[in-house]
């Protein structure tokens, strides 16, 4: 038995040897069969994407084999001070964080710590075991157990039901009370002060009690989504603490429901490895793979890099205002908030680092970040069922969208392709089959369906 394993060595070593572990930035990109027509027609594509008002800037990055055979920059990252586009300036990832959070949580998992299949409760007993049936129009609500119980699974495929269905519907009536409750508040101070005789201190009092009784978060510290107003706890603890309060929209694994599922995979990470989010990723994930400049927080200095976000309304660029004060919020002094599902920022060819180490089966700058086998059954097992609100044929792993030949961009993705994206229209995909990544960077709200037919001609560069 001795020679076969000797065999099977010998033939796996210098694949493995070959995997790349740093991008190759100049290669020759007549020896790789590179068409240089091919290359104006891209740049040409992206540039009238600019001409034409569509964006205000766009960057793209696209390795095959680690080769970079495309990553360039067009438009302007401030349309107002005619400030060009570099491929190193920051783009606001949003969702981008969802696959981050969950490569660092499966580092808990390889080191034994947790199992995907454990359930949530066995870290977290407060985690919900009730699924809400009905609400009734005073905000009080009827629930039913759990079929089964919630899993680490569940929770990197968005099939939690935490926050889902009818929860929606108890928030609201709670907010309403809420609302109502203040405003009878600030009513009856702004009255008691009227009522003084002497109006100038108490007129300036009644004046800052109303706006202390009226006051909400006037910009997010960080990037907080699943909470508003007076809903922004200072730590994602506090958050997740308060979700638990409330029952389950769905039985898990039954449905689809996008987003604070990651949240919660975020909290249990800093459950289970006695760390902040944002001490274990980086830990984990980021400055292994030599992910330098991206980060939840950065220092002052550091906001001349980020891309402005912008809308396109009718052919016309206009800045996102509402957006940017999620860019503001990335240098704010109390830095104690970190989601898992959003809130990463950075440049276009780290975060290609990181999808360069899924690429490579789990390694990549010299650092094994995950074992082949896990990388596996992140993207390659479907956690959902047959039919969910992601729509005929939408499948997702663990923290990433599985394409298949009914939900593809475009139709010259493999079917071993994954990938998922950003609100502000940052997205990528990691394909196997072809040994490609492509990333495709916008900080725009409102925007153009830009991003396939750039796909299409990213494919199209491949000989």
């Known amino acids: 038995m001795l020679l076969p394993a000797m065999m099977a060595w010998q033939c796996s070593g210098p694949a493995k040897d070959k995997l790349p572990q740093e991008f190759n930035h100049t290669p020759d990109l007549t020896q790789l069969g590179i068409d240089s027509v091919k290359i104006a027609s891209v740049d040409s594509l992206l540039q009238s994407f600019v001409d034409s008002s569509k964006v205000n800037c766009v960057t793209a990055f696209v390795a095959k084999g680690g080769n970079v055979i495309y990553h360039k920059a067009f438009g302007w990252k401030d349309v107002e001070n005619q400030i060009p586009a570099t491929t190193a300036d920051y783009y606001m990832l949003f969702s981008q964080t969802k696959a981050i959070t969950t490569a660092a949580f499966m580092t808990l998992v390889e080191k034994g710590l947790v199992a995907v299949d454990d359930p949530v409760s066995k870290y977290f007993p407060g985690i919900p075991d009730q699924v809400v049936t009905a609400v009734n129009p005073d905000g009080t609500y009827e629930t039913r157990p759990v079929a089964t119980p919630m899993t680490f699974a569940h929770l990197m495929s968005h099939s939690s039901g935490l926050g889902a269905g009818l929860v929606a519907e108890i928030r609201r009536i709670e907010a309403e009370k809420a609302a109502a409750e203040k405003a009878e508040a600030a009513a009856k101070a702004a009255a008691e002060a009227a009522a003084v005789t002497d109006t100038a201190a108490p007129a300036a009092a009644a004046t800052d009690t109303v706006a202390s009784a009226t006051e909400t978060q006037s910009g997010p510290c960080g990037q907080h989504s699943y909470y508003v107003g007076?809903?922004?706890?200072?730590?994602?603890?506090?958050?997740?603490?308060?979700?638990?309060?409330?029952?389950?929209?769905?039985?898990?694994?039954?449905?689809?429901?996008?987003?604070?599922?990651?949240?919660?995979?975020a909290y249990m990470i800093e459950l289970i490895s006695g760390k902040s989010l944002r001490e274990y990723v980086k830990e984990t994930i980021l400055d292994p793979l030599g992910m330098v400049n991206t980060d939840w927080y950065y220092t002052p200095d550091k906001l001349e890099n980020f891309v402005k976000p912008y809308n396109s309304a009718e052919g016309k660029l206009e800045p996102a205002t509402m957006m940017n004060m999620f860019v503001q919020g990335t240098f704010c002094s109390d830095q104690t908030y970190c989601e898992g599902a959003i809130g990463l920022n950075g440049p276009i060819g780290d975060y290609a680092r990181f999808c360069q180490m899924m690429l490579n089966k789990g390694t990549f700058n010299g650092r094994r970040i995950l074992k082949a086998e896990t990388i596996e059954a992140m993207t390659t097992i479907n956690r959902l069922p047959e039919v969910n609100s992601g729509g005929e044929g939408f499948r997702f792993g663990l923290g990433f969208e599985l394409y298949n030949e009914l939900k593809k961009p475009v139709p010259e993705v493999s079917n071993s392709a994954y990938a998922w994206g950003g609100m502000l229209g940052t997205e990528y995909i990691i394909d196997p089959e072809n040994d490609l990544i492509v990333l495709y960077y916008l900080n725009m709200w409102q925007r153009e369906p830009t991003y396939p037919v750039f796909l299409s001609k990213a494919y199209g560069l491949l000989p």
Do not use: I
């Open 230 to 265: 007076e809903n922004n706890f200072p730590t994602l603890e506090e958050t997740m603490l308060d979700l638990a309060r409330y029952p389950l929209g769905f039985d898990p694994g039954t449905e689809w429901n996008y987003h604070v599922s990651t949240n919660m995979l």
